[in-house]
């Protein structure tokens, strides 16, 4: 199963881009990348997915990498509602088949005005 | 409504008590879960409903009982909890459990056992 390393805080300035890594080195072919994000006490919410190619949404863009070992995820114009953590997740298919979101620790992002 | 909605959002119940979480999803989805995020740890999942068939149990011990009368609700029945259990029980739908549909979370419960 691939894992995901991300780090644990970032701060951004409001009106700035927020740029938020992860690394996922032994992701396998079929594997996506998803990222999610929670603010504090509300449950997950999910911002964009992507398998090979850049992603843009109209929350924020995926860029990952040709050898799809890491990608980031851009926040273009951060806002204070941007607080939150983002989880990166790598899906795989779980022993019966199903649709498995393994969460790691995510990146507790801080907006500063 | 839209989306998925989760009732009660605050729920404190002694260790004797038995209670239900109840989850609800207004999208069509046929995929509904149940996860627990406890203080300080990453969220897990505890269960898996695809068409109202449960294809996945993580090692939930047996004081927690899931019921999927149909694909639109998901309950938790709980009973004789430990303080332990305390935490954020979240409810999420997705289309599909074999695809790689996002999944959708409701607001979560906030459990406190006492």
């Known amino acids: 199963d691939a894992k995901t390393t991300q780090p644990p805080s970032m701060d951004c300035a409001e009106g700035r881009a927020a740029n938020l890594p992860c690394n996922h080195s032994?992701?396998?072919?079929?594997?996506?990348v998803y990222w999610y994000r929670q603010i504090h006490s509300q449950g997950p919410q999910y911002i964009i997915h992507g398998l090979k190619n850049n992603e843009t949404n109209e929350m924020a863009s995926l860029i990952i990498t040709e050898d799809r070992k890491s990608s980031t995820l851009i926040l273009p114009h951060a806002t204070l509602r941007d607080t939150a953590v983002y989880y990166c997740?790598?899906?795989?298919?779980?022993?019966?088949?199903?649709?498995?979101?393994?969460f790691g620790q995510g990146t507790r992002l801080t907006i500063n005005p | 409504e839209t989306g998925v909605t989760q009732t009660p959002r605050h729920l404190v119940m002694g260790m004797t008590n038995k209670k239900s979480l109840k989850c609800e999803q207004h999208l069509g989805h046929n995929a509904m879960y149940w996860y627990k995020q406890s203080a300080k740890k990453p969220l897990e999942l505890m269960f898996v409903y695809s068409l109202e068939e449960r294809v996945e149990n993580n090692s939930v011990p047996s004081r927690f009982s899931p019921e999927c009368p149909n694909s639109s609700h998901l309950f938790l029945h709980l009973h004789t909890l430990q303080p332990e259990d305390s935490a954020l029980y979240l409810c999420?739908?997705?289309?599909?459990?074999?695809?790689?549909?996002?999944?959708?979370f409701g607001p979560g419960t906030r459990l406190t056992v006492t």
């Open positions: 999420a739908s997705s289309q599909d459990r074999l695809v790689s549909y996002e999944q959708y």
């Open positions: 997740i790598v899906r795989f298919r779980g022993v019966q088949g199903a649709q498995k979101l393994v």
């Open positions: 032994t992701i396998s072919g079929n594997e996506y």
